[in-house]
């Protein structure tokens, strides 16, 4: 197992662990991603588990290719919170779509998605260092989340790890505000400061 995926898995355990303290209220309450609940995201956390290619077309064309996210989570948020975590619990290392790129998707979509549902309830979480390291480099570049657009001609600068990238109006604060404001999550922006900041957050209004 590389060291990537050991680190993907790590995550999803930590998550699994925090989710297993929830109560059933906790589950439907709302997270930083819009209309979704807790459940939501943990739905869309595994949705792509078990996907061959053939699933994986099947789903895009369902879902138009950009509603295939809200397609997995149909499928998926039908099953009670322990099913739910149950079905985490068994699918720690990434499998299936997740699993590409050395399991790129699978950190970064758990240690993201794992903040959005601690962030709206307010339960904050020091991520491990060299995760949060990883995880920054791997968001900076994604043109899936948009990430490029939003942070050129910015210097982010982590204040509580050693971690800095590009260049210009710098930005600055805690790692894990800086990948979320980079995935494009308003709610980190009060966490962070400098001149950049500005253009960071009409970016991402």
Not at 39 to 48: E, G, L, R, T
Not at 106 to 117: E, G, K, N, P
Request: hydrophobic share 45%; net charge neutral; charged share 25%.
């Amino acid at each position: 197992m590389s060291a990537q995926k050991e680190m993907a898995r790590a995550e999803r355990a930590d998550l699994a662990d925090f989710l297993a303290t929830l109560t059933a209220e906790q589950w439907d309450a709302p997270t930083l991603c819009t209309d979704w609940t807790v459940k939501d995201v943990v739905a869309h956390v595994i949705s792509y588990e078990e996907l061959g290619t053939a699933g994986l077309v099947q789903r895009f064309a369902k879902g138009r290719v950009v509603r295939a996210n809200e397609v997995g989570v149909a499928e998926y948020r039908v099953l009670p919170p322990d099913r739910l975590l149950d079905f985490l619990r068994g699918h720690l290392y990434p499998q299936g779509l997740t699993a590409a790129f050395d399991g790129m998707i699978a950190l970064v979509d758990a240690t993201i998605h794992h903040q959005d549902i601690r962030r709206s309830l307010r339960q904050p979480r020091v991520v491990p260092a060299e995760r949060l390291r990883r995880v920054l480099d791997l968001t900076r570049g994604n043109p899936r989340l948009r990430v490029p657009r939003r942070i050129r001609g910015l210097r982010l600068r982590a204040d509580d790890i050693d971690w800095e990238a590009g260049a210009g109006a710098e930005v600055v604060g805690p790692g894990e505000a800086l990948m979320m404001a980079m995935a494009g999550r308003p709610d980190a922006l009060p966490d962070l400061r400098g001149p950049g900041l500005p253009v960071l957050a009409a970016r991402l209004s």
